[in-house]
Structures are given as structure tokens and as C-alpha cells.
């Protein structure tokens, strides 16, 4: 059976004296959920491969064959196309194997063209000193600009960033929590070539991470683990999709460039909970970059009001109908701001932002947190024992 990865045809290969196994696996991601025994020689291996395949393919069903999980130091060879998933083909390690692989002019070319794919893809990526010790990535995303991780950025104004051509200097020109994502401006940066806009990522697809350390280019590959809709990030940012990652996390790799196997950056890798590697899609990067493109900056909502939680005990949130624990109570509020122009008082009691619900000070935060300045949103308060709907028009943070 001929295995098809990238442009190059393998075929199922084995030591004519030694037993083979091969089997057939559909792919879920990380994980192997159902494999089927495909013969124990290149001869079997081939016939039952083909008609397993055949089988998975046309009626959906891997029940159809027996279950078998591969033994341990089984790998995966290549891989077929199914329907609604991937074939994975899995062989053992049997002696003799690895020198017939090594010397076969296909797995070869194989191997020199994920070489290529990285090599065309490394002038993109940069190194960024965060001080002495630790370093992270960076994506030249077009011009003279480039994107990192805003957590790993901070508060920094100015940082050095290490490039295929040698090390510059680059200012922070703007830093998004909600999304992670920070856009830097490099000082005398080379010409750099178009890219075409990123397509969405399905799950199961092959990807590679790419960066970049003070000592040169670094490449992991994996692929999808989960890719789901779009979501909100705890920080309140609207994220495009929702990317997990079966790579290994690397802290060096935070930052760094997500392609697929055409070689086009479809997401910016950063950490997640639990040593998860999460992809920041190529389309909210393209976002936060645009506008900070338009404005020279990102420009913040800003609506003036200083709050503070209080907690409720159980009769108070039965009198009021709220579940949570916590309530924001307006504690200040800035002069000449749009809470101000809006007539906020002090005291108003928070309930909601276009009706859905607050549950401490720092939800407002997270709420406005896409809310593009000029809009108008409706606070929810509660203001003297009585629900009053206050709208404000959100303006732009004052810069310091």
C-alpha cells in the first residue's frame, strides 16, 4: 500500500525475512483510538491494509475489523486519507527496518522537504531578550512589525529582538492581555515577502512551531490536538478559534510561529493551563496588528468609573436575585470621562453590561475589553434601592 505525506509516495517497506506488522488506525489527534492488525508480512500487511481502508472509508465504522492497540514501539509511518478523519499507519520496529528506511531515495526526499518547509519559513521568526536569561519568540508578521506574546512582553518599552540578519532593536508599540498578543516595531528591518491570508486549521492536521533563540532557528513539529469556535479568553479577549496544540511545550517557544505543511504562519503559540500549547489564531493576530497599524497604537476602551466588590451574604442576594457572591459598587469616578458625561454616581451598584450579568469589579474590565471606542453600552445599576439603565459611550483610554 502506497502512503501519500506531502508530495512524496511511500510504500510499506519491511525486511523480507522478518516478521512485519502493520496497522491501520484512525486519527484523534493525540490520541489512538481504535487500531485493526493489518498481517504479520509485507505481502498480508499490503492486502489487508488496503481492504482495512477500504472498509473504514466506505462504511465510517472501525468496529468493522477486530480492535487491536500497537505494541509498544510502534510508530506511525505515514498516512491516507479517510473519510471525516485520517488513516494513520502504524508499523513495529524490527530489526533491519531502520537501515531499509534510511537508505530509501523517498524517505529521503521525505525528510528534505520538511527541511525546506521549516527553511523557507525561518527569515519570519525572531528571538526577543526579555532580560538576561530568558528569551522568547517572535513572528515578523509584515514590514517592520512583529508579534509576540503580550505576557511574556509586559510592561517592557524597548527590547532587542535576535534576527536571521542579526540582532536590532524594537519598540513595544502596543500590548493586548486579552488576546496575548504584542506588536513590536523593529528598528531597520529588512524587506520581508507577502503571506497569504492563513487558512483555518482542522483538527488532526500536521503542524510544525518555529522560533528563534540568540543561537538560531528552533522547530518542534505535532499537530491539532482540538480545534473548536471561536471563544472569549479569561481576560475578556475575543479569540477566533480555539487552537490546542499536541506539541510539546517549550518556554523558549513562546511567541513563535504555527504552520501548516503549505508553510503559511496560522497561529502564534503561547502557553496554556496545565503545560497546554495554545495557538492564537492568525485571524485575531491580523486584528490587534491592523489596528494597531491605523492608530499608531491600540487603542483601549475607556469608560472612567473606579469600582470596587462587595460581598453579599445569603439575604442580600435573595433580595437583589443574584447568585453570585460578589457585586461592583462604583467607587470613583473620573472627571470629564464618559461615566462622568453619563451622570455614574457614586454608590451605583453594578448588575450588568448589555444584559448580562456583573459579578465583581474586574468583570466590567473583561467585558468592555473588544468594545471599540465610540460604541454605547448599557450599565445595569442599581441606584438608590431602584434599577436604572445608564448609557455610556465608550471612549479611549487617556495615554499617559
Not at 501519500?4 to 489527534?29: E, H, K, N, Q
Not at 488576546?179 to 487558512?199: C, K, M, N
Request: hydrophobic share 45%; aromatic share 4%; proline share 7%.
Amino acid at each position: 500500500m502506497d502512503l501519500t505525506f506531502m508530495s512524496v509516495t511511500l510504500p510499506c517497506i519491511a525486511p523480507p525475512s522478518r516478521s512485519y506488522g502493520c496497522w491501520i488506525s484512525r486519527d484523534r489527534g493525540s490520541k489512538l483510538a481504535r487500531a485493526t492488525r493489518a498481517g504479520n508480512t509485507a505481502q498480508e500487511s499490503t492486502a489487508a491494509a488496503t481492504s482495512a481502508q477500504r472498509t473504514l472509508s466506505l462504511s465510517g465504522d472501525p468496529s468493522a475489523a477486530p480492535r487491536f492497540h500497537p505494541r509498544v514501539g510502534a510508530y506511525p509511518f505515514g498516512w491516507c486519507p479517510g473519510a471525516g478523519s485520517d488513516l494513520i499507519v502504524w508499523t513495529n520496529r524490527t530489526a533491519g527496518s531502520a537501515e531499509q528506511m534510511a537508505g530509501n531515495p523517498m524517505l529521503r526526499q521525505w525528510s528534505n522537504e520538511r527541511a525546506s518547509l521549516l527553511a523557507r519559513v525561518f527569515p519570519r521568526v525572531g528571538a526577543v531578550a526579555l532580560g538576561r536569561r530568558r528569551v522568547v519568540s517572535g513572528i515578523r508578521w509584515r514590514g517592520d512589525l512583529m508579534v509576540t506574546a503580550a505576557e511574556a512582553v509586559a510592561d517592557a518599552e524597548r527590547l532587542e529582538v535576535h534576527l536571521e540578519s542579526g540582532a536590532a532593536s524594537a519598540e513595544v508599540l502596543a500590548t493586548d492581555l486579552a488576546t496575548d498578543v504584542a506588536v513590536l516595531r523593529i528598528a531597520q528591518a529588512g524587506p520581508l515577502p507577502a503571506q497569504a491570508p492563513a487558512p483555518i486549521l482542522r483538527m488532526g492536521e500536521a503542524i510544525a512551531i518555529i522560533g528563534r533563540d540568540p543561537q538560531g532557528p528552533a522547530a518542534i513539529w505535532g499537530s491539532v490536538r482540538l480545534a473548536g469556535p471561536g471563544w472569549r479568553s479569561r481576560r475578556g479577549g475575543e479569540i477566533a478559534q480555539r487552537l490546542e496544540l499536541d506539541a510539546r511545550f517549550d518556554p523558549g517557544l513562546e511567541g513563535a510561529a504555527v504552520i501548516d505543511m503549505q508553510g503559511a504562519v496560522v497561529a502564534m503559540a503561547v502557553p496554556g493551563a496545565l503545560r497546554r500549547v495554545i495557538g492564537i489564531p492568525a485571524q485575531t493576530v491580523e486584528q490587534i496588528v491592523s489596528a494597531v497599524e491605523r492608530h499608531g497604537r491600540l487603542p483601549k476602551p475607556y469608560i472612567g468609573l473606579r469600582l470596587q466588590s462587595l460581598w453579599l451574604d445569603e439575604p442580600t442576594r435573595a433580595h437583589l436575585g443574584r447568585t453570585a457572591r460578589r457585586i461592583a459598587v462604583v467607587g470613583g469616578v473620573d472627571a470629564g470621562s464618559p461615566a462622568a458625561q453619563a451622570q455614574m454616581e457614586l454608590g451605583d451598584l453594578l448588575l450588568g453590561v448589555d444584559g448580562r450579568p456583573l459579578e465583581g469589579a474586574d468583570s466590567l474590565a473583561q467585558r468592555i475589553a473588544d468594545v471599540r471606542p465610540g460604541q454605547v453600552v448599557a450599565l445595569e445599576v442599581l441606584r438608590g434601592g431602584k434599577p436604572v439603565v445608564v448609557n455610556v459611550e465608550v471612549g479611549e483610554r487617556p495615554r499617559a
